[in-house]
């Protein structure tokens, strides 16, 4: 049995359109469309009916979801980063969506390097940002020189390459995923193809032996 894992399949093509020339409607971006769609209707199901006492399971959930995120964030980035609340829950809930959809077939969008690129370029602005808020921009800037001068150069690529250090590791998590899945797909196919080719030939055998009348 052959297999095969490819990128995202392109399934239209626009041209002319203004600012962006020819754009190409992939896979990536129909099911990011879905996964967006699910957790939108996810998020109005969950907060509606939301009251004080007396709550319902599904505000239960809410709740706990809500309150877990809050305790994460402060656990790890202190009470001064509330702010990135949502974009940290956002970002979690849309890979969790992305991954378990491809669970029915569906290709998930984390499955192309890109969205994790895009991912992590935006969590890598944010990081710049903080450390030059945080001690100045000739401060960041001396941080190139450390320990000596002469290892600026690498420093300066270690930095620029640090996003697609991030998205390669969430990426190399999903498609390990995806290729121990093929995996074992295939080898339950080729046992499935077997045992029943066995039975079948087995079958066959036994019908010719008493057609011949033993």
């Known amino acids: 049995m052959d297999i095969s894992i490819n990128?995202?399949?392109?399934?239209?093509?626009?041209?002319?359109?203004?600012?962006?020339g020819t754009v190409q409607i992939t896979q990536t971006l129909i099911a990011s469309w879905l996964v967006l769609l699910?957790?939108?209707?996810?998020?109005?199901?969950?907060?509606?009916?939301?009251?004080?006492?007396?709550?319902?399971?599904?505000?239960?959930?809410?709740?706990?979801?809500?309150?877990?995120?809050?305790?994460?964030?402060?656990?790890?980035?202190?009470?001064?980063?509330?702010?990135?609340?949502p974009l940290i829950g956002t970002i979690f809930i849309t890979s969790v969506v992305s991954n378990l959809i491809g669970?029915?077939?569906?290709?998930?969008p984390t499955a192309d390097l890109m969205t994790e690129l895009a991912?992590?370029?935006?969590?890598?602005?944010l990081i710049t940002y903080h450390k030059i808020k945080a001690a100045g921009i000739l401060s960041y800037l001396k941080g190139f020189l450390d320990p000596v001068f002469?290892?600026?150069?690498?420093?300066?690529?270690?930095?620029?390459?640090?996003?697609?250090?991030m998205a390669c590791r969430h990426f190399g998590n999903i498609i390990s995923g995806t290729v121990i899945?093929?995996?074992i797909y295939a080898a339950l196919t080729t046992a499935n193809n077997a045992?029943?080719?066995?039975l079948g030939s087995s079958l066959y055998a036994g019908i010719a032996l008493v057609s011949a009348g033993f």
């Open 119 to 125: 991912w992590a370029l935006v969590v890598f602005v």
């Open 181 to 183: 899945s093929t995996l």
């Open 103 to 108: 669970l029915i077939g569906v290709w998930s």
């Open 7 to 20: 990128g995202a399949k392109i399934l239209a093509t626009i041209d002319n359109v203004p600012l962006f």
């Open 38 to 85: 699910i957790i939108s209707a996810l998020c109005i199901w969950l907060g509606s009916g939301l009251r004080v006492t007396n709550i319902s399971r599904k505000q239960a959930v809410a709740e706990l979801a809500v309150t877990s995120l809050l305790k994460f964030v402060r656990g790890n980035m202190g009470t001064g980063f509330d702010h990135y609340i």
């Open 150 to 165: 002469i290892l600026a150069p690498i420093n300066v690529l270690s930095e620029c390459f640090t996003p697609v250090s």
């Open 195 to 198: 045992l029943f080719g066995f």
